[in-house]
Structure formats: C-alpha cells, structure tokens
C-alpha cells in the first residue's frame, strides 16, 4: 500500500476549468530533411508556455508531438499533453495552421 487512497476528496474544490487560449506560438526551429520539421513553443493565455512540441511529417499526414521524455524502460511518455480530444485538436489545428502559414509565407522568399 503506498499510503494513497484514491477515492479520497481532493484538498481543493473539483470545478470546472475555462477553457485556456493560445496566446503566441513561436518556432524555434525548422528542418529541412527528415520527418521532424519545426520546434515550437506555445503560449497560453499570456502566461503558462509550453517548449518543444514538434511539427513531424508521419506518413499520412503532419501532426504535432508533445514534449516527451524516454522512461527507465525506454518508452517515450508526454511530459505534458492535453487531457481530451477536442483541446489536442485545436492545439493541433492552430500549431499546423501557423506553420503553413509560415512556409507559405517563406517560399518564395
């Protein structure tokens, strides 16, 4: 037993959260050979950010992969990701939306 009971209340009032905007999203980095294409960082509502989410080209379609780390048994874990669906889509959406925008953008440039 590790001390833990889970059906205890939790020490805060359970609430229902707003729903976070994204306030910026920056690239850090862009690749031009590989599936990997950009780095970016994303801000919420002017004061929480979030770094190293990757633009990676999958053999379908583009995606956006949260920041992760290797565990002791060598799989990859999201150190932060969103808790449904719908709030990945639109973190997605707006992360590819920018970058298309941007190479757009930068082509002929």
Known sequence: ???????????????????????????????????????????FDDCLVVHDIKVVQGSARRFVAMPSRKDETGIFRDIVHPINSAVRDEIEG????????????NENA
């Open 94 to 105: 707006a992360i590819l939306d920018a970058y298309e925008r941007y190479i757009a953008a």
């Open 1 to 43: 037993m590790n001390g833990f009971d889970e059906n205890a209340e939790t020490p805060f009032d359970k609430r229902e959260c707003e729903k976070m905007k994204i306030t910026d999203i920056k690239f850090r980095k862009f690749f031009d050979e590989g599936n990997l294409k950009a780095i970016v960082s994303v801000t």
